[in-house]
């Protein structure tokens, strides 16, 4: 039982670092999503940077719960996003991401390590 409800506890820490994440795109903090996403690249970083300066009424939402499963000091999480926004070149936009990522621990708590498209 014990072990059950450390790996409850684990889950909960990398399904609020997941929910982060969605609340850093939310309100168009980069700072966050690199504390969140220490390794993201350089070009990823970019490409927030962009979207953030270009779409307006921006917002990003969890859909549903994260399917998270733990391997000791790293955990798979694949979740799906809504993201909703305005364009200047293709006007009003609402697109859903299935991401894949494979998370870290660090120190008490857990960092993204990689992003991918889900399935």
């Given at each position: 039982a014990e072990a059950a409800a450390a790996e409850a506890a684990e889950i909960a820490r990398v399904r609020s670092v997941v929910e982060q994440y969605v609340r850093a795109i939310n309100s168009k903090r980069v700072d966050d999503l690199r504390s969140v996403f220490p390794s993201m690249e350089?070009?990823?970083?970019?490409?927030?940077?962009?979207?953030?300066?270009?779409?307006?009424?921006?917002?990003?939402?969890l859909i549903g719960e994260p399917t998270i499963t733990l391997h000791g000091s790293t955990a798979d999480a694949q979740f799906t996003y809504e993201l909703k926004g305005r364009d200047p070149s293709r006007g009003t936009f609402s697109n859903r991401s299935t991401v894949r990522a494979l998370l870290q621990r660090a120190g008490q708590g857990w960092v993204f390590e990689r992003i991918g498209a889900g399935q």
């Open positions: 350089p070009r990823v970083r970019e490409g927030f940077e962009t979207m953030f300066s270009r779409v307006s009424d921006l917002t990003a939402q």
